[in-house]
């Protein structure tokens, strides 16, 4: 929760604001996510217009995760834009703008909270299938081997099984 009454809503004042901030539960996806508790740097410029206070910004966190592929761990950093309009809580609207104002961030009285525009704009950065590298070859389909590790690795021609009767026979004969 950021205060707000510094703006005083007088519509093109403004303030910068730097913190830190420990990172909320399962901010992320499945296979990539910000640790909870890590640090999420937040560089924040709030101005105030005549419907509320916009907050513009930048916010970096590290995430950790594994490859979609290999499942390697992964290691990385995320830096995400955002930027919403935050509306005064008691400011009217005509039933034309209803849609709109049930959708709109508001203010709770002179705070306003910044954990669910984080949450959308780190999920919505991160990558759909992570990649420990862009070319990942990923696991060998029979053994499950690493093939970044081994890109020689290689498996003799599977034996149809209709034909393994006759394999036996034959190795009798030998």
Sequence with gaps: MLDTREL????GSQREVVRSVPAPAELGIEVLRVPEGSPVELDLRLEAVMEGVL????ARAALEGECVRCLEGIDDEVA????ELYVYDDVR???????LDDEASKLEGDLLDLEPLLRDAVVLALP?????????P??????????????DHGHEAAVDPRWAGLQALKQEED
């Design 80 to 83: 995400v834009n955002f930027q």
């Design 93 to 99: 609207h005509d039933s034309s703008d209803e849609e």
């Design 55 to 58: 907050v513009t910004g930048v």
């Design 138 to 151: 990923g696991l060998c389909v029979e053994c499950g081997a690493r093939l970044a590790d081994d890109p």
């Design 8 to 11: 005083g809503r007088r519509p």
């Design 128 to 136: 759909f299938q992570p990649l420990c590298q862009d070319d990942c």
